[in-house]
């Protein structure tokens, strides 16, 4: 049976590529909803950028919008940040279908609460829709199986030195979930950053000849370029398809139990993740350590050619 999901994201390029992936498997993924909150752009892109993937993949899941802008801080885009511009590099088809009137946080509780067995939630961007729905429902703890969160670093950041972009963006909303007691599966830039988009893996996915997978290559031929600048990557990290690969094939990745806090105070690390190695007290997520790359590459090139 398919397993109920909700998808929380930014789109932004690699969550383009993450729910391209959902969508091609609905045997395995029952996508009830996409919410979209304020981060790789501003929430009223983030939003309408969901409708189109959706309307490009012939998809009919209902997108809500939830929050503008971070708890306590103001909102710091990518766009600002890198002078990206959302889904730069394809010509997406207008969406027919609209945005849903309800609120991303109300319908993420009222899903929730309606469910009859605890849900999976998968995040792609800044916690912040999460946060305000556990801040206002707190009740809804229990009917959360399991997070599997995008965002983090063990070792460098890629905002800042010390922390990554979605943690960064909105570091007291991680902080209230990190430490809601839900079971959480936290995939860091560690992992990501060991899934490149080379010129060989673009041009298997360029091979396939389908709108979406045309679309995906557009999208990722111009994605990443800071990054690969900075670090002298072979090719950009595909960050947010890590989530939906896990939550399809998770035999691809590693894990261990850790103990995630979250600064937020520190005038050079606002927004890490500080893991306590040390193990001073029980663990609050697992941790991927290694993913086979090519692994993951074959499933998303080959679930492509089924959109
Ligand atoms: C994360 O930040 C965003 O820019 C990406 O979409 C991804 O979710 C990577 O740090
Ligand atoms: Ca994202």
Not at 65 to 81: N, S
Not at 206 to 228: E, F, K, M, S, W
Not at 254 to 280: F, K, N, Y
């Given at each position: 049976m398919a397993r109920p999901l909700i998808i929380d994201?930014?789109?932004?390029?690699?969550?383009?590529?993450?729910?391209?992936?959902?969508?091609?498997?609905?045997?395995q993924l029952d996508l009830l909803g996409?919410t979209?909150?304020?981060?790789?752009?501003?929430?009223?892109?983030?939003?309408?950028?969901?409708?189109?993937?959706?309307?490009?993949?012939?998809?009919?899941?209902?997108?809500?919008?939830?929050?503008?802008?971070?708890?306590?801080?103001?909102?710091?885009?990518?766009?600002?940040?890198?002078?990206?511009?959302?889904?730069?590099?394809?010509?997406?088809?207008?969406?027919?279908?609209?945005?849903?009137?309800?609120?991303?946080?109300?319908f993420l509780i009222e899903q929730l609460l309606s469910a009859p067995v605890p849900m999976t939630l998968a995040m792609?961007?800044?916690?912040?829709?999460l946060?305000?729905a556990l801040?206002?429902a707190p009740q809804i703890v229990s009917k959360i199986a399991e997070l599997v969160i995008?965002?983090?670093?063990?070792?460098?950041?890629?905002?800042?030195?010390?922390?990554?972009?979605?943690?960064?963006?909105?570091?007291?909303?991680?902080?209230?979930v990190?430490?809601a007691g839900i079971p959480i599966t936290?995939?860091?830039?560690?992992?990501?950053?060991?899934?490149?988009?080379?010129?060989?893996?673009?041009?298997?996915?360029?091979?396939?000849?389908?709108?979406?997978?045309?679309?995906?290559?557009?999208?990722?031929?111009?994605?990443?370029?800071?990054?690969?600048?900075?670090?002298?990557?072979?090719?950009?990290?595909?960050?947010?398809?890590?989530?939906?690969?896990y939550l399809?094939?998770p035999?691809?990745?590693?894990?261990?139990?850790?103990?995630?806090?979250?600064?937020?105070?520190?005038?050079?690390?606002?927004?890490?993740?500080?893991?306590?190695?040390?193990?001073?007290?029980?663990?609050n997520v697992s941790?991927?350590?290694?993913?086979?790359?090519?692994?993951?590459?074959?499933?998303?090139?080959?679930?492509?050619?089924?959109?």
């Open positions: 994201c930014d789109p932004g390029v690699d969550d383009a590529i993450a729910l391209l992936l959902a969508f091609t498997a609905p045997q996409i979209t909150v304020a981060g790789n752009v501003p929430l009223a892109l983030t939003a309408t950028n969901a409708l189109k993937l959706c309307e490009l993949a012939d998809q009919t899941v209902p997108v809500y919008a939830g929050c503008p802008r971070p708890l306590l801080q103001p909102l710091q885009t990518a766009v600002e940040v890198h002078g990206a511009t959302g889904l730069q590099g394809a010509t997406l088809p207008d969406p027919q279908q609209r945005l849903q009137p309800q609120h991303g946080v109300d792609l961007g800044p916690l912040t829709n946060a305000v801040i206002k995008m965002g983090g670093a063990v070792t460098h950041g890629n905002i800042t030195p010390a922390a990554e972009f979605n943690v960064y963006v909105d570091p007291h909303a991680a902080q209230v990190f430490t936290l995939i860091t830039l560690d992992t990501t950053h060991q899934v490149l988009t080379t010129p060989e893996r673009l041009a298997a996915i360029r091979h396939i000849n389908r709108p979406a997978a045309q679309a995906a290559a557009d999208l990722l031929t111009y994605y990443g370029t800071p990054d690969i600048e900075r670090y002298g990557m072979a090719g950009a990290p595909l960050h947010d398809p890590c989530v939906i690969a399809l094939q035999d691809l990745f590693t894990t261990r139990p850790a103990q995630v806090a979250i600064e937020t105070q520190g005038q050079h690390t606002l927004g890490r993740t500080v893991v306590d190695w040390w193990h001073s007290g029980p663990p941790i991927t350590d290694s993913v086979d790359a090519a692994g993951l590459y074959d499933l998303l090139t080959t679930q492509l050619s089924y959109l």
